[in-house]
Nanobody, 123 residues
Framework: QVHMEESGGGSVQAGGYLRLSCAISRLSFDDYAFGWYRQNPGKERETVALLKWSGDATLYADSVKGRFTVSRDNNKKTLYLEMNNLKPEDTATYYC????????????????WGQGTLVTVSP
């Protein structure tokens, strides 16, 4: 069974930094696009960042471009999301996830996801 587990969430002030990690197991990594989405209660999910495990392609939401960086460590089988210059509107539960689809339909085609980690950014 696929397992994805996030860590690294927490509370920071606006302008701060956090790095989220996602440990991944039991997937054929090269076949998948991995990424992060976020969600607040009562709100729709929002794709934050994607990458293909093989290759260098990445995609970012306009709201995080230039502030967030998605990356991976092949040896550790871990996905990361570095978040700089955090804003109160970045407050959400962040989930790592995987899909065979890369691009605009990624979020609608998820095959696996973690339990989420909460990020809170205060003004």
């Amino acid at each position: 069974q696929v397992h994805m587990e996030e860590s690294g969430g927490g509370s920071v002030q606006a302008g701060g930094y956090l790095r989220l990690s996602c440990a991944i197991s039991r997937l054929s990594f090269d076949d998948y696009a991995f990424g992060w989405y976020r969600q607040n209660p009562g709100k729709e999910r929002e794709t934050v960042a994607l990458l293909k495990w093989s290759g260098d392609a990445t995609l970012y939401a306009d709201s995080v471009k230039g502030r967030f960086t998605v990356s991976r460590d092949n040896n550790k089988k871990t996905l990361y999301l570095e978040m700089n210059n955090l804003k109160p509107e970045d407050t959400a539960t962040y989930y790592c996830a995987a899909s065979l689809v890369y691009g605009g339909s990624w979020l609608k085609s998820l095959d696996a996801w973690g339990q989420g980690t909460l990020v809170t950014v205060s003004p």
